[in-house]
Every structure is written in C-alpha cells, then in structure tokens.
T-cell receptor, first 111, second 116 residues
Framework: DAGVIQSPRHEVTEMGQEVTLRCKPI?????LFWYRQTMMRGLELLIY????????DSGMPEDRFSAKMPNASFSTLKIQPSEPRDSAVYFC?????????FGQGTRLTVV | AQKVTQAQTEISVVEKEDVTLDCVYE???????LFWYKQPPSGELVFLIR??????QNEISGRYSWNFQKSTSSFNFTITASQVVDSAVYFC?????????????FGQGTTLQVKP
C-alpha cells in the first residue's frame, strides 16, 4: 500500500480564499483523522471519522473549518474563508484501530 | 485531563553517543496506549512503537529501546549509538480513553540533533 496520501503538499493562498485539502487513507482502515501542527500549539486533533461518519469534531477551531468523508477512500478538509492564522501543516492519518499512520502533510500558508 | 510532557525541547549529541528522550504522561484511565513518532526534516510523521498500559516490559528494536514505568508515568525512549540519520523531532503520544488509538494527545516534541 502507498500509505496515506495527501494533496497538495504545499498550498499558498490569499486571505479570504477557500482552501481544500485532500486525503486518501490506507485501504481497509476504518478511522480517519485530521490533525494540525503549529509551532504554538503543536499537534492537535481537529476531527476524526469512523466508517465515513464524523465522530468527534470538537477540535475544529471554528465554523470556517469543515470536513467530509464521502466514501472510504477520500476525505476533504475545507477552510472558507481562510485567514493567516490558519497557516500550519495539516496531517491526515488513518487507522484500523491500532496505531495511526500519517500522511506527509499539507503545508498551508495564508498570506 | 490527559497530558503528555516532553521536558527536553532540544538535545544535541555526537554520533555514536547514546541518548534518552523523556516522556511523562498524565491520565486517570487504567487502560490506555502510549506511542512514539518520529518526524524527520522531510516532515512526515513515522510511527515507531505502541505500548498498552498493561504491558510494562521493555522493548528493544535494533538501536531503539523503550522503558515503560507505570509507577512514574514515564515512557522513555533510548537510542543507542546514535547516527546522523536519527536527527529528527520525536513525539510521545497518549491515546484517548475510548481506546481509539488514532485519537492522540501529543507531547510538544523533542528535537534531536546528532552531529557527525
């Protein structure tokens, strides 16, 4: 398996624009997680899904953030409108219930 | 509340030295999992080990070893004969009480620099 695949790897956007981050989990994994990494807050969980259903979105910072998982092989994290403080590395991870495997991350810069 | 503390922000060693990365955790749960992840300069997070709260046996994998002590709530990581390729940020993490081992609380990380 190719592992968790995220796209794009880098994204630079202007404040106010919509940003969509994409994730393809490892086949057969029934959990999917979105994490954000910043210098100030470290690694923090935003939301996770089980069998394509959102289970816990308490980490989503505000209504500008939304996540979907339309099927077992694809998830998106959308920020609309984006703000400079959203600049971070966003990781997607998947798990079968044991350890989580992370994608390479998307480095988002909002200018 | 759950918490993971990695008190060492940065460690610098010379190649071939042994180095121990400390991890202290807080939880009220009797069942939980502990993890170590490595983040090399390329940025990805690489899984290293998972340990459940009922297994206090030390584990060794090549140059890596882990010491889990419930009495002190610690899960320390030792690299023996360090190499330049070990340079990375290392994260200790604790699983959520639900047992969902992907729902993790991470420490702030320890940056390890191994100099040639």
């Amino acid at each position: 398996d190719a592992g968790v695949i995220q796209s794009p790897r880098h994204e630079v956007t202007e404040m106010g624009q919509e940003v969509t981050l994409r994730c393809k989990p490892i086949s057969g994994h029934d959990y999917l997680f979105w994490y954000r990494q910043t210098m100030m807050r470290g690694l923090e969980l935003l939301i996770y899904f089980n069998n394509n259903v959102p289970i816990d979105d308490s980490g989503m910072p505000e209504d500008r953030f939304s996540a979907k998982m339309p099927n077992a092989s694809f998830s998106t994290l959308k920020i609309q409108p984006s703000e400079p403080r959203d600049s971070a590395v966003y990781f997607c991870a998947s798990s079968s219930g044991t350890e989580a495997f992370f994608g390479q991350g998307t480095r988002l810069t909002v200018v | 509340a759950q918490k993971v503390t990695q008190a060492q922000t940065e460690i610098s060693v010379v190649e071939k030295e042994d180095v121990t990365l400390d991890c202290v955790y807080e939880t009220r749960d009797t069942t939980y999992y502990l993890f170590w992840y490595k983040q090399p300069p390329s940025g990805e997070l690489v899984f290293l080990i998972r340990r459940n709260s009922f297994d206090e046996q030390n584990e060794i994998s090549g140059r890596y070893s882990w010491n889990f002590q419930k009495s002190t709530s610690s899960f320390n990581f030792t690299i023996t004969a360090s190499q330049v390729v070990d340079s990375a940020v290392y994260f200790c993490a604790l699983s959520d009480p639900s047992g969902n081992t992907g729902k993790l609380i991470f420490g702030q990380g320890t940056t390890l620099q191994v100099k040639p």
